[in-house]
């Protein structure tokens, strides 16, 4: 490393604090020393450290600092003293020193052990016991204590600095009630290495050193007689965080792009649906237990939705009859609960709704990512609310295997899969029914998403006509957490400003 280049380079905050390092390590120390705020030191101790002239570790520090009682017997004096004053003249009632010095009893009591330790006082016993001061006593008296002597230094104070004298002091005072306490605390500390101590043999210091060139550096000419600090474009600095789009918008906006890539044109929905569109169009019986997974959160107001009330008879009549000779449910078809809103629970009525628009184009590929809701418990693995994406495509003559190459492109296409597997699957609405499987590297084997072919029972009411429907359906979340690199489904929609920063945008 050449030393020189390395002192043209440092900050002033650098050369301010460096020669202090000589005599001092700890950061308070550091401070009042080089006359820097503390955060201007911590700086540089930084910017030391990755240049590797010091090395910056944190250590424990026991500092003194007076407590409750030692503050007080700073101002009032000592018990002890106090004591020894009151019966300093003659024999004195024990009975009567509390009153007379203001000690509490615990601090009496604790003077007379100290004292009688220290052979200052001697407890006579006549009618009643009193305490006088012996010849020790009045020596003792007409000097400094060694512990009035300790609380008159400056406080807070390190244990490390204490004389062997003073530590005995300290111990004697820690065993008393609320006079000093130790406190440890955590403090940057800073040694010097063999490259640092280089540079303060160099007599690197803060003069003349250029560290901005302004305007008026130039025009006084200042700039002649200093020197230009240089510049070290390969040190760390400071990571700043641009705007960006939140990551998991981002990869809805990918999943978009790729669709439409794919010749699929989006489609969408209201949030607030109809229990028509979101299940009885979808041939899903008002009875069924299909219905419970969905654990819908319904509208309290308005309670009802207007419909096409041509497309609703066509749909009861296939609940209550079918369609091209099946025989439909035979129940009753409740046409008021079908008005009921809700909440989407599920895509598929976005799919619905396009079957039964006139912008339907056969034949047509159409997708939507949409927002769905379900009354759920919150934990790693699932929300109340998330994305599904949907879609469908239209065109005479298709059968289940275009279904299973168009899961196959999907898999290839969105989870990076080269090992698939299309399992038989149930859905209400579909039939035959399949789920799409991809292999993924590190979790194995996880389910992308479900598939089919409409039903009769679905199609002709909503088309007028039957034609073949292939419908599919895809964990866009799911899929979206393995791209991020994303453990837990609520960070895909976290506010958390350290996660948003972190997570890399696909």
């Keep these: 490393m050449d030393i020189k280049k390395l002192a043209e380079s440092l900050h002033p905050y ?32 930084q910017w030391l450290q990755g240049k590797k002239a010091v090395i910056v570790e944190t250590a ?24 020894l004053e ?26 007379i052990g100290l004292l009688r330790q220290k052979s200052a006082v001697i407890i006579l016993k006549d009618k009643e016991l009193k305490v006088k001061v012996t010849d020790q006593g009045k020596r003792l008296m007409s000097s400094e204590f060694l512990e009035e002597k300790f609380l008159r230094r400056k406080f807070p104070r390190e244990v490390a600095s204490l004389s062997k004298e003073e530590k005995f002091v300290l111990e004697q005072l820690r065993k008393r009630k609320q006079i000093v306490r130790v406190d440890v605390e955590k403090i940057k500390k800073a040694t010097l290495t063999d490259i640092g101590k280089k540079l303060i043999a160099m007599g690197v210091r803060d003069v003349n050193v250029v560290d901005t060139i302004t305007s008026q550096v130039i025009q006084s000419g200042e700039w002649k007689n200093k020197s230009f600090r240089r510049y070290d474009i390969s040190f760390d600095v400071p990571r700043i965080y641009c705007g960006k789009k939140q990551p998991y918008h981002v990869f809805l906006d990918w999943v978009r792009q790729k669709f439409t890539s794919l010749g699929f044109e989006e489609m969408g929905g209201p949030l607030v649906e109809s229990d028509f569109w979101n299940m009885d169009a979808l041939f899903m019986p008002q009875f069924h237990s299909a219905r419970d997974i969905h654990d819908a959160y319904y509208v309290k107001e308005p309670k009802f939705g207007n419909l096409d ?91 289940f295997r275009h279904l299973v190459g168009l899961l196959k492109m999907f898999a290839r296409e969105f989870a990076g899969a080269e090992e698939i597997r299309v399992v038989p699957g149930y859905f209400p609405f579909t039939e035959p029914s399949a789920e799409l499987y991809a292999k993924h590297p590190q979790l194995g084997w996880i389910e992308l998403g479900g598939a089919g072919i409409f039903r009769p029972e679905v199609v002709q009411p909503l088309l007028g006509k039957n034609i073949s429907v292939l419908a599919w359906g895809l964990g866009i979340d799911r899929i979206g957490m393995l791209k991020l690199g994303i453990k837990d489904i609520r960070s895909l929609f976290s506010h958390d400003i350290s996660v948003l920063r972190d997570t890399p945008v696909v």
Excluded at 87 to 111: M, Q, R, V
Excluded at 332 to 339: C, G
């Design 14 to 45: 650098e050369r301010r604090v460096l020669p202090v390092l000589a005599e001092r390590q700890y950061l308070p120390d550091l401070c009042s020393a080089s006359g820097l705020k503390e955060v201007e030191v911590v700086r540089a101790l």
């Design 60 to 83: 424990p520090k026991e500092i003194i600092v007076l407590d409750k009682n030692g503050e007080r017997y700073v101002k009032e004096g000592l018990p002890e003293r106090r004591f």
């Design 86 to 111: 009151a019966i300093k003249d003659k024999e004195f009632p024990l009975n009567k020193i509390g009153e007379k010095a203001k000690l509490s009893t615990e601090e009496l009591n604790i003077c």
């Design 309 to 399: 009330e041509r497309i609703v008879k066509r749909v009861q009549a296939a609940h209550e009859h079918g369609v091209n000779g099946s025989s439909g449910w035979k129940y009753d078809f409740d046409v008021e609960r079908t008005h009921r809103q809700l909440l989407r629970t599920q895509g598929t009525a976005c799919s619905a709704r396009m079957l039964a628009s006139k912008n339907l184009k056969i034949p047509g590929k159409y997708f939507g990512i949409t927002r769905v809701f379900r009354h759920d418990v919150i934990d790693a693995t699932h929300l109340p609310d998330f994305n599904q994406t949907e879609g469908i495509v239209v065109e005479e003559g298709l059968n």
